[in-house]
C-alpha cells in the first residue's frame, strides 16, 4: 500500500473571523426559515380558511369583492362583539355563504382580568416581560368576546394593517384604490387621473433575507 501526504493541508485559525459572528443565537436567516415552515406546516395542519375562502367564492361564484368586505372586516375588527359580527352580516348579506369561514377567524376570548390583561395585538395573555417594555403591547379596554386566531394575526391582520394605510393616503390624493382585488391578485389596485392602472403589492418583512427571495420568486399579476 502507497502512503501519500497531502501538500494542501494547512491549520489556519480565524479566530477573528467567525463563520457566525453571533454564536449565542442563529442567524436571522436561520430564524426567517425556521418561522416560515412553522408557520406552514401550522397552516397546513389547521387547513387555513383564508385559501378555503377563496375556493367557497369561486365554487358559489359569489362577486369577487365578497373577499374584499371579508377581509376588511377582520382587519378593521380583530376583537369583535358578539353584536358587532351580527349587524355586519345583516348589512353585508353577500357574505352569508361563507358566513362559516367568519367565525372561524376568530376564537372565543379567553378570561381576562387587571392581573392578566390580553395584549391588543396578538389576543393573548400580555405577560410581565412585554408589558415591562415600553412601546411593545398594550392591553385591551374592556371586555371582548372574541379573538382573534393565530392565522388570523398572521396572515390576515398584520399584513393588512400597511395595506390600509396605503389605500387611506392614495384616496386623500384622489386616487381611485380597490384593495385585495380578483381574489387577492394585488394588494391595492390603483387607477391614476389619465387612466394608468398600477396593481401594487406591499410587503412588510422583518428579514431581508426573506424579502429578496421572495421577490425573486413573486409574479406580477396580470391586472
Known sequence: MNWYESDFSELVDFSEEPLIENMSRPSEE????????????????????????????????????????????????????????ALFRSKNPIIEPVQDLLMQAYRDAPPQSESMPLCKT????????????????????GRVDRAPIEDTVICLIRPSLIELRLAQTLEKLGL???????????????????????????????SATMLARELNQDTIPDI
Open 176 to 206: 381611485q384604490v380597490e384593495l385585495w382585488t380578483e381574489l387577492d391578485k394585488a394588494d391595492l389596485r390603483v387607477t391614476l387621473p389619465n387612466g394608468d392602472i398600477w396593481a401594487l403589492d406591499a410587503k412588510d418583512w422583518g
Open 122 to 141: 396578538c389576543g393573548g395573555y400580555l405577560d410581565c416581560a412585554a408589558r415591562d417594555i415600553d412601546g411593545c403591547c398594550e392591553p385591551l379596554e
Open 30 to 85: 436561520c430564524e426567517a426559515w425556521a418561522s416560515r415552515y412553522a408557520l406552514n406546516l401550522e397552516r397546513e395542519q389547521n387547513q387555513s380558511y383564508i385559501p378555503r375562502l377563496m375556493a367557497e367564492i369561486e365554487r358559489l361564484s359569489l362577486p369577487n369583492s365578497t373577499y374584499t368586505i371579508f377581509r376588511r372586516f377582520i382587519a378593521e375588527n380583530p376583537f369583535p362583539s358578539d353584536a358587532t359580527i
